[in-house]
């Protein structure tokens, strides 16, 4: 009997990783560090759940079905936004709004791939992404990234081939926080342009890039919609993960493929969510800055904090956004070692193996700790805790 795509894919790694915690405890005095998702905890800031209120009791449109590519303020908005970050030129037609930045990737794939095709991912990747592809029967090619964690412009072009659709990248990284040069970026972008295929760049966390300024000249590029599909988040900007409200920018043409994937999926986002993004986008500015210093404070703390971790064989291979990506000294593979610092030191984090192939050595060495949630005195705790593991 032939396989459905689901049962031949892996399961949702966070959903896994929480099934670790069945039938533990822990003490008051100990409580759990939970690592492993990268998501806020914290609920968004007063005014803009008063915003989402008065969206709900006020906007009668709140309840109804939407235009299937977003609202149109909130489309505008976006552009402008970005126009100013990117040194940009986009427009309203240029965006479409989408139900989280997971179904951006995944109607971008519906517009560019039909079964068989190729998608290049930088390894370690993330997860999702590759979960689509395989549920989608696209196949996803590995590009290894170097000791740097950053992909190779040649060893993508060697991995070309006649069914290769797109490269996708997600800057900064997920899961190993690296922030890609903007020449890097470009390189890949001329890369794709030369060959005809499309450049995806998944920007979920780019309000959290350590760099000031434009953080790559893609948007600068003339006839850059042609090549580049740029993807977006407003989850994590405004603490707005369970109202799910991405983003997708390319060209109009494109769009309108899109549209046939939103529509058939979601028929259009949700409505209150959007009206969440646009206050966001027109009020919270200072409040996002804000928020970057916090994330930028406790990345800092990792580095500061290391030594202590480096002096027993861990090693900092990745560090930016919401993510450290380190290996770990212990014989035992990723996969088995991460279950058992759930019960030996009360960490819940992700295992390497999750963001690579399944045949792939580095995973086994390698751990992703999402330290958003934590300030710096839980970033000593959980350092204080690995250090002191003896398995």
Known sequence: MTQTR??????????????????????????????????????????????????????????????????????????TQMNAHYGANTRADHVCITSGCNQAFAAAMSSLCAEGDEVILPTPWYFNHKMWLDMTGVHAVPLAAGADMLPDVDAAAALITDRTRAIALVTPNNPAGVEYPADLVLSFYNLAKARGIALIVD????????????????????????????????????????HRVGALVSSPARLAECEKFLDTVAICPGQIGQYAALWGVENLGQWVAGERTEILDRRAAISAGFPSLQTKGWKLLGLGAYFAYMSHPFEMSSADLAPLLVREAGVLCLPGTMFWPEDAPEGQRQLRIAFANLDASGIQTLFDRLAALDL
């Not at 920007?203 to 740029?230: C, K, M």
């Open 6 to 79: 689901t049962t031949a894919t892996f399961p949702p790694p966070v959903m896994e990783a929480r099934r670790w915690l069945e039938g533990v405890s822990f003490d008051a005095a100990r409580p759990l560090i939970n690592v492993s998702q990268a998501a806020p905890v914290e609920p968004p800031p007063h005014a803009l759940r008063q915003a989402m209120a008065d969206a709900a009791l006020m906007q009668d449109d709140a309840h109804l079905y939407g235009p299937v590519l977003g609202m149109p303020a909130l489309r505008s908005a976006l552009s």
């Open 203 to 242: 920007e979920t966390y780019r309000d959290f890039d350590s760099r000031a300024g434009v953080p790559h000249p893609l948007f600068q590029q003339d006839g850059w919609e042609d090549t580049f599909i740029h993807l977006y988040s407003f989850s994590k900007a405004y603490r707005l993960t369970g």
